[in-house]
């Protein structure tokens, strides 16, 4: 397995794999991987001759009071784990090599953005979009794998490649959890035991709206209502949102009728939890 800071090294790296006739698949990531992150390569790696991510822990999807100090790393333990699953190359780029001095160009998915992660973290998404343009413009990959996990940002990113025309297709990955249902995140690490334990709530809340839907509940409102008071009644639990919008288009609902996305982003101590749960009348998936 290879590993390259700059970008003209992983450029001629993509150029030979193209040159050799390979599909390229790429996983962009923050490092401090987990099991999701794995799963994400697995996908890459089945569907593509040759498997690229990053490890780039971007500044500019932060916000001031973020955690971007002290955002976890440990490249060595990250690189062993990438290896173990097939990834052929690392493009682990400085903060300079990514934002040179002047950098002054940045993209914004409009509407999309504009709720959920999007409202409560403004600039987010702005951030995002703007280092995944910068990654597929690097490494131009045929296909891009995400977590269901970051459902907001995958729709995003989505939206992003087709109004640009940037012709690569962006998978969508489902969401991998720990065997009691917390959702995989490298923030879990925040966590001490008592507030891993509370953390279960965000899953938990999530299965009753599942199971108030499979139950015949068609009002939203009501679906609502219940995963905020399952959540409300862990004491250690802040809700940041609880949303409930039609999926992919994330505009508001009242009935069901349709896939929607049951979404809400929790704090736990000092720590930001986001999960989701897709829910259609007649097919319900996690």
């Given at each position: 397995?290879?590993?390259?800071?700059?970008?003209?090294?992983?450029?001629?790296?993509?150029?030979?794999?193209?040159?050799?006739?390979?599909?390229?698949?790429?996983?962009?990531?923050?490092?401090?991987?987990?099991?999701?992150?794995?799963?994400l390569?697995r996908?890459?790696?089945?569907?593509?001759?040759?498997?690229?991510?990053?490890?780039f822990?971007?500044?500019?999807?932060?916000?001031?009071?973020?955690?971007?100090?002290?955002?976890?790393?440990?490249?060595?333990?990250?690189?062993?784990?990438?290896?173990?699953?097939?990834?052929?190359?690392?493009?682990?780029?400085?903060?300079?090599?990514?934002?040179?001095s002047?950098?002054?160009?940045y993209?914004?998915?409009?509407?999309?953005?504009?709720?959920?992660?999007?409202?409560?973290?403004?600039?987010?998404?702005?951030?995002?979009?703007?280092?995944?343009?910068?990654?597929?413009?690097i490494?131009?990959?045929?296909?891009?794998?995400?977590?269901?996990?970051?459902?907001?940002?995958?729709?995003?990113?989505?939206?992003?490649?087709?109004?640009?025309?940037?012709?690569?297709?962006?998978?969508?990955?489902?969401?991998v959890?720990?065997?009691?249902?917390l959702?995989?995140?490298?923030?879990?690490?925040?966590?001490?035991?008592?507030?891993?334990?509370?953390?279960?709530?965000l899953?938990?809340?999530?299965?009753?709206?599942?199971?108030?839907?499979?139950?015949?509940?068609?009002?939203?409102?009501?679906?609502?209502?219940?995963?905020?008071?399952?959540?409300?009644?862990?004491?250690?639990?802040?809700?940041?949102?609880?949303?409930?919008?039609?999926?992919?288009?994330?505009?508001?609902v009242?009935?069901?009728?349709?896939?929607?996305?049951?979404?809400?982003?929790?704090?736990?101590?000092?720590t930001?939890?986001?999960?989701?749960?897709?829910?259609g009348?007649?097919?319900?998936?996690?």
């Open positions: 397995m290879y590993i390259f800071n700059t970008i003209q090294e992983i450029q001629d790296y993509i150029s030979s794999a193209r040159a050799a006739g390979r599909k390229i698949g790429f996983v962009p990531t923050m490092g401090y991987l987990h099991e999701g992150h794995l799963e390569m996908w890459a790696k089945q569907h593509c001759g040759t498997v690229v991510i990053s490890i822990v971007n500044p500019t999807q932060f916000g001031p009071k973020e955690d971007l100090a002290q955002y976890p790393k440990d490249l060595d333990r990250d690189v062993q784990m990438a290896e173990s699953v097939g990834v052929d190359a690392i493009f682990h780029p400085s903060v300079a090599e990514m934002y040179p002047g950098y002054c160009t993209v914004d998915v409009e509407r999309i953005t504009e709720r959920l992660c999007g409202l409560s973290r403004p600039g987010h998404f702005r951030g995002v979009a703007t280092v995944v343009t910068k990654l597929f413009n490494v131009k990959p045929d296909q891009a794998f995400f977590g269901q996990k970051d459902a907001q940002q995958v729709l995003v990113i989505k939206r992003m490649v087709a109004d640009l025309n940037m012709g690569l297709e962006v998978v969508m990955v489902p969401t959890r720990e065997a009691d249902g959702a995989m995140s490298s923030r879990n690490i925040y966590l001490n035991r008592e507030q891993r334990q509370a953390a279960l709530v899953n938990k809340s999530l299965k009753k709206a599942k199971e108030a839907v499979e139950a015949g509940q068609m009002d939203i409102s009501i679906i609502h209502q219940l995963v905020v008071a399952t959540i409300a009644a862990e004491p250690l639990a802040e809700i940041d949102y609880v949303e409930i919008y039609s999926y992919p288009e994330l505009e508001p009242i009935k069901m009728g349709g896939p929607v996305l049951v979404a809400l982003a929790v704090i736990i101590g000092q930001r939890l986001i999960d989701n749960m897709i829910l009348v007649e097919d319900q998936c996690s």
